[in-house]
């Protein structure tokens, strides 16, 4: 099988050594090797934008040279070039060919005997809805955030980790973004916190009297969940207040 020499580095790949490519057919149907990946594989879901249409459908950019095609069959409506879908990415087994679809709905599960409650899962967000959003589990599950238990921003093709809340009866899954359980949860809380004051040199001007919106946009926490964040690592005199901030503390 050929690997291309534009992905050949001659120092990390002697003959006889093992590297982990991704095969695909090229614009020629040749199968090919490519140390690339695309944005995603057969099986997984993936966020793509529309590069080109033809009559009979359209191709989307996933990552490597070759766009991923999507038949018209496979199109729930016009494929407008730049826009943006969430797609599956199958496989036509008389051509032996990767293709997209747009219907997806086919390939989701709601056999979910093998998950558990408190599970940390990784999930795509598909869209938008007056409860919150619908996102992609694992590349298999359907599932929802609720807009109540949201402290960040999200927006459709985010990948995020998430929680298994609660299974429903008819398969579908409640997902929190935050670990169940106070401890946990105060730990992740904690680490925002701190990750935030670092990357801003160790000092931020913002404290527990800051606007709802400001706390929002800079640790992802609600006002009432950062405030008690705030507190506890003040009392664990890892932080201190100054002026209108907080910054490390380093005593």
């Known amino acids: 099988m050929l690997l291309p020499n534009a992905y050949v580095i001659d120092s990390e790949m002697p003959i ?18 490519t140390t690339k990946y ?20 359209a191709f989307v950019n996933w990552g490597l040279p070759k766009d991923l095609f999507v038949p018209l069959s496979q199109q729930k409506c016009h494929f ?53 959003y619908k996102v992609i589990v694992e590349n298999l599950y359907e599932g929802m955030l609720f807009d109540n238990e949201i402290f960040e921003r999200l927006s459709v093709g ?5 929680y298994i809340k609660n299974i429903r009866h008819d ?13 946990a949860t105060a730990d992740v809380y904690e680490r925002k916190v701190l990750d935030t004051i670092e990357s801003r040199g160790g000092f931020i001007g913002l404290n527990t009297k800051s606007s709802a919106d400001d706390i929002m946009r800079a640790f992802s926490l609600s006002k009432k969940s950062f405030k ?23 005593n």
């Open 16 to 33: 006889g050594s093992t590297v982990e490519v991704f095969i695909y057919t090229d614009s020629e149907d040749r199968v090919v090797a």
């Open 38 to 57: 695309p944005y995603a594989m057969l099986g997984e879901f993936g966020y793509f934008t529309v590069v080109d249409y033809q009559r009979y459908g």
């Open 80 to 132: 407008n070039i730049g826009k943006k879908f969430i797609l599956r990415v199958c496989l036509d087994r008389e051509t032996g060919r990767l293709y997209g679809t747009h219907k997806i709905g086919k390939w989701l599960s709601y056999k979910t005997d093998s998950l558990v409650k408190n599970q940390k899962v990784s999930i795509l967000v598909l869209s938008k809805t007056p409860l919150g």
């Open 158 to 162: 985010d990948r995020r980790e998430a």
């Open 171 to 183: 398969g579908k899954l409640d997902l929190t973004l935050q670990p169940i359980g106070k401890k």
């Open 228 to 250: 008690r964040t705030v507190n506890s690592l003040i009392l664990d005199k890892r932080i201190i207040l100054e002026g209108n901030g907080i910054k490390f503390n380093k």
